[in-house]
């Protein structure tokens, strides 16, 4: 299977910052990677597709850049709603989907 | 608007299985174009693909390799939805199960999430 890893696994920032994470794949996935965000308690949400493409109804402050190994999720201007949990998932090996561990965004 | 929810029991005993079902409004479990899975998330595990199916002109079913043996996916047309069933429960199978549409391996439409606690 292929292996995502994401960093951090946690990062604490303010309401208006510009946040970074990063996702990593064991094998090139050209860009076959899919970004989620998670409440707690509620099933993921996809944000973004095909490493860049943003799913119909999420904020233009989310994008995904990336691709082969290396992939990266920033939020331009960090709103209250946007405290959770994100993940990555790559696509190319479907069916057998694999996650990251998840990068927890918290309040400052 | 598509929206799947998810029916079933909270808590199994171990050796019992697990049967979790998945109604679909505003897409058809007969669709050509996406696939119908189930994935599990729990703290020691994360997120865990477990299986899918669809339809292309017939059948077809995936698992995970790891579960291959105790589960399994079916599809319901005359309800619209689809289930799973995981034999031999142990503690180790405790998530919370999700199902989900996936569409060109973007899973895009999520159930509500169903905690399945494995305890006797």
């Known amino acids: 299977d292929i292996q995502m890893t994401q960093s951090p696994s946690s990062l604490s920032a303010s309401v208006g910052d510009r946040v970074t994470m990063t996702c990593r794949a064991s094998?090139?996935?050209?860009?076959?990677l899919c970004w989620y965000q998670q409440m707690p308690g509620k099933a993921p949400k996809l944000l973004i597709y095909g490493a860049s493409s943003l799913q119909s109804g999420v904020p233009s402050r989310f994008s995904g850049s990336g691709s082969g190994t290396e992939f990266t999720l920033t939020i331009s201007s960090l709103q209250p709603e946007d405290f959770a949990t994100y993940y990555c998932?790559?696509?190319?090996?479907?069916?057998?989907?694999?996650f990251g561990g998840g990068t927890k965004v918290e309040i400052k | 608007q598509v929206q799947l929810h998810q029916s079933g029991p909270g808590l199994v005993k171990p050796s019992q299985t697990l049967s979790l079902t998945c109604a679909i409004s505003?897409?058809?479990?007969?669709?050509?174009?996406?696939?119908w899975n189930w994935i599990r998330q729990s703290p020691s595990r994360g997120l865990e693909w477990l299986a899918r199916t669809y339809f292309r002109s017939k059948w077809y079913d995936d698992y995970a390799v790891s579960l291959r043996s105790r589960i399994t996916i079916s599809p319901d047309t005359s309800m619209n939805q689809f289930s799973l069933q995981l034999k031999s429960m142990t503690p180790e199978d405790t998530a919370v199960y999700y199902c989900?549409?996936?569409?060109?391996?973007?899973?895009?439409?999520w159930g509500q999430g169903t905690l399945v606690t494995v305890s006797s």
């Open positions: 989900a549409r996936g569409t060109d391996s973007r899973l895009d439409y």
């Open positions: 505003g897409d058809s479990v007969s669709s050509n174009s996406v696939a």
């Open positions: 998932q790559q696509a190319i090996d479907s069916p057998r989907l694999t």
């Open positions: 094998q090139a996935i050209a860009r076959y």
